[in-house]
């Protein structure tokens, strides 16, 4: 599946930015689980957030909980993560990626994930 991740930019301590993992016309997000991941600047690619294919199932990193949230509309092919409360050290490049799940399951690592979208850029300034 193509995915297609936007929403990302400049913002300050404090602020708000919605992040959106869309498919390319033609896919569906039906049956996959997506995940939220990124990477900062010297540092390795790590989980933010996930959600199953039914939406039944979340995760949050313990530094974002309480602060972002993923949810995800099948009807428009896209999961959505709203983060509030952004703090500098939410910096980083926003990456979506997706895997096949028949319902319920979380999947909290890169290597869990086979497709993946081109990333988005975060900055929060202090």
């Known amino acids: 599946v193509q995915l297609q991740a936007s929403g990302g930019g400049l913002v300050q301590a404090g602020g708000s930015l919605r992040l959106s993992c869309a498919t390319a016309s033609g896919y569906t997000l039906d049956y996959y689980a997506i995940g939220w991941f990124r990477q900062a600047p010297g540092k390795g690619r790590e989980g933010v957030s996930c959600?199953?294919?039914?939406?039944?199932?979340?995760y949050y990193e313990d530094s974002v909980k309480g602060r972002f949230t993923i949810y995800r509309d099948n009807a428009k092919n896209t999961v959505y993560l709203q983060m509030n409360s952004l703090k500098p050290e939410d910096t980083a490049l926003y990456y979506c990626a997706a895997r096949a799940d028949r319902g319920g399951g979380e999947y909290r690592y890169p290597s869990d994930y086979d497709s993946w979208g081109q990333g988005t850029q975060v900055t929060v300034s202090s």
């Open positions: 959600i199953a294919s039914n939406g039944g199932s979340t």
